[in-house]
């Protein structure tokens, strides 16, 4: 075993594989927070202190906090600040973490590992997966030959399309970025203008949107039929404003990847958490 030691601090399932995998991979890896999944060789510790001493890298989970205060840590029964852990970490240590900030620890060497591109990408395959799972759930007729509609086309929206348009759904996006109209007439699906949006959308039985900009408001809603599945894929505050959408079939789904293919999107983060402490030669 190498004498490198790296902490897991907090998390989901997600972080339980990572650990796993840097036991595997000969790493001293000491686990906080995150309690009731299986960690592989990884050990357990009782205490933050402990977890934390000697360790050169501190990885945290995606996202790194809900509040900015505490550490993401839904499995474990008590709290973990980000300044206790700030404090009882080396001063030298490497802190990743998903979505984290310099501001979250300041003077500390940090490093956003969800800012990898590849991560990123990689994201969009369980959460267009999960997406479809929901509209599957919440339609009463198949997905194939519903009529759906894209709301943006970033990486979310092209995984997405390409998925739906395999089940034999008939996909339109609505965008405004010329790129993404090229990109929308190489995957083959249609471009709805926003002007045209209103006139539109009373059309679609199932709707996705992945803008995280308040583009689905009061008048748009009102158009749209109660019974046509909203799902809102965008990070907070999403992209369907919660007050006028009372009555409308709307579903928040946020964090897709970690509840619907932990396994996987575990196995992508510890690829990616790895690649980096290789990239910073710390191991």
């Given at each position: 075993m190498s004498n490198?030691?790296?902490?897991?601090?907090?998390?989901?399932?997600?972080?339980?594989?990572?650990?796993?995998?840097?036991a595997a991979s000969g790493y001293e890896c000491a686990v906080f927070a995150l309690d009731g999944v299986d960690i592989g060789g990884a050990t357990r510790c009782t205490e933050l202190e402990s977890a934390l001493c000697d360790a050169l890298a501190v990885v945290l989970p995606l996202p790194i906090s809900r509040d900015r205060r505490c550490?993401?840590?839904?499995?474990?029964?008590?709290?973990?600040?980000?300044?206790?852990?700030?404090?009882?970490?080396s001063p030298t240590a490497l802190f990743l973490g998903g979505m984290i900030k310099q501001e979250d620890f300041e003077g500390r060497w940090v490093h956003d590992y969800y800012a990898k591109e590849?991560?990123?990408?990689?994201?969009?395959?369980?959460?267009?997966?999960?997406?479809?799972?929901i509209a599957m759930e919440a339609l009463p007729t198949t997905v194939h030959g519903t009529k759906c509609l894209i709301m943006g086309?970033?990486?979310?929206?092209?995984?997405?399309?390409?998925?739906?348009?395999?089940?034999?759904?008939?996909?339109?996006?609505?965008?405004?970025?010329p790129k993404e109209k090229a990109v929308c007439r190489i995957?083959?699906?249609?471009?709805?203008?926003?002007?045209?949006?209103?006139?539109?959308?009373?059309?679609?039985?199932?709707?996705?949107?992945?803008?995280?900009?308040?583009l689905l408001t009061g008048e748009l809603?009102?158009?749209?039929?109660?019974?046509?599945?909203?799902?809102?894929?965008?990070?907070?505050?999403?992209?369907?404003?919660?007050?006028?959408?009372?009555?409308?079939?709307?579903?928040?789904?946020?964090?897709?990847?970690g509840k619907v293919a932990p396994v996987t999107a575990g196995e992508y983060i510890s690829k990616t958490v790895i690649g980096i402490l290789e990239e910073e030669k710390l191991i």
């Amino acid at each position: 075993m190498s004498n490198i030691k790296i902490a897991v601090i907090g998390g989901d399932r997600r972080q339980g594989v990572l650990a796993a995998a840097l036991a595997a991979s000969g790493y001293e890896c000491a686990v906080f927070a995150l309690d009731g999944v299986d960690i592989g060789g990884a050990t357990r510790c009782t205490e933050l202190e402990s977890a934390l001493c000697d360790a050169l890298a501190v990885v945290l989970p995606l996202p790194i906090s809900r509040d900015r205060r505490c550490v993401n840590a839904p499995l474990y029964g008590g709290e973990v600040t980000l300044e206790d852990v700030d404090r009882l970490a080396s001063p030298t240590a490497l802190f990743l973490g998903g979505m984290i900030k310099q501001e979250d620890f300041e003077g500390r060497w940090v490093h956003d590992y969800y800012a990898k591109e590849e991560l990123q990408l990689l994201n969009t395959i369980p959460t267009a997966e999960g997406a479809i799972a929901i509209a599957m759930e919440a339609l009463p007729t198949t997905v194939h030959g519903t009529k759906c509609l894209i709301m943006g086309l970033g990486r979310v929206g092209k995984t997405l399309a390409l998925a739906l348009k395999g089940l034999g759904a008939e996909v339109s996006v609505a965008t405004r970025n010329p790129k993404e109209k090229a990109v929308c007439r190489i995957l083959g699906v249609d471009v709805v203008e926003y002007p045209c949006l209103s006139k539109k959308i009373s059309g679609f039985g199932l709707i996705f949107n992945t803008v995280p900009a308040m583009l689905l408001t009061g008048e748009l809603l009102q158009r749209v039929k109660d019974s046509t599945p909203i799902i809102d894929l965008a990070t907070h505050p999403g992209g369907v404003d919660s007050a006028a959408a009372k009555g409308k079939n709307v579903i928040w789904a946020l964090g897709l990847p970690g509840k619907v293919a932990p396994v996987t999107a575990g196995e992508y983060i510890s690829k990616t958490v790895i690649g980096i402490l290789e990239e910073e030669k710390l191991i």
